[in-house]
């Protein structure tokens, strides 16, 4: 099926530990999201790319960083600098910013917890 | 930057009532969509809708891009229609992200 497939569903961070959250799509989109959403609001925008190998922060990048090695795949990583990490983490594809169709799509979301 | 502002933030509902949720932005946008936001939390698309009128079974949408909102109509609602929706648009200044308004959350009784 296409799609975009988020790993793992839950993590659970240590305190001071870096974790990374997967992010791949085979909907051969060039352009890569990545939200975050605290309890009752709306999304905030992490960090985007927008071609392989280039990507721009977003509104709230501190504490995190990404990759775009591949076009399926963008990784995130959220380190120890980031100092309120619980949330829920979303994953987003579409075409390019300047193409005909740029309809985003989701993945299912990782659910992060500080123990 | 643009605002997205959702109206109204709650809404509770009947189970076979009808219903009309609207979406404000203050500036042109590129693209408007409409999601929701399943108990799991997972997005869904419901509508990619930058202007015009769209229809999908129950839901239907109408974007009036000059006059800078969106409404979302749901009609003879089900329990499972209960969850957040959200509005999102792209700007040209947004290069294809999406800016999201803070949601409505709807909740249908039996």
């Known amino acids: 099926d296409g799609g975009i497939t988020q790993s793992p569903k839950y993590l659970f961070r240590k305190e001071g530990q870096n974790v990374t959250l997967s992010c791949e799509q085979n909907?051969?989109?060039?352009?890569m999201y990545w939200y975050r959403q605290d309890p009752g609001q709306g999304l905030r925008l992490i960090y985007y790319?927008?071609?392989?190998?280039?990507?721009q922060k977003g509104d709230i990048a501190e504490g995190y960083s990404v990759s775009r090695e591949k076009k399926e795949s963008f990784p995130l990583t959220v380190t120890s600098a980031q100092k309120n990490p619980t949330a829920f983490y979303l994953c987003?594809?579409?075409?390019?910013?300047?193409?005909?169709?740029?309809?985003?799509?989701f993945g299912q979301g990782t659910r992060l917890t500080v123990v | 930057g643009i605002q997205v502002e959702q109206s109204p933030p709650d809404l509770i509902l009947q189970e076979g009532a009808n219903s009309t949720l609207r979406c404000n932005f203050s500036d042109s946008v590129n693209n408007l969509q409409w999601f929701h936001q399943n108990p799991w939390g997972q997005l869904i698309n419901l509508f990619y809708i930058p202007s015009g009128t769209k229809q999908n079974g129950r839901l239907s949408a109408t974007t009036v891009a000059t006059e800078r909102y969106s409404l979302l109509y749901i009609s003879s609602s089900q329990t499972t229609d209960s969850g957040v929706y959200f509005c999102?648009?792209?700007?040209?200044?947004?290069?294809?992200?999406?800016?999201f308004g803070k949601g409505t959350k709807l909740s249908v009784k039996p």
């Open positions: 999102a648009v792209t700007t040209g200044g947004s290069q294809g992200n999406l800016i």
């Open positions: 790319s927008q071609i392989v190998n280039d990507f």
């Open positions: 987003a594809s579409s075409g390019r910013a300047a193409g005909a169709n740029t309809e985003a799509f």
């Open positions: 909907l051969n989109h060039d352009a």
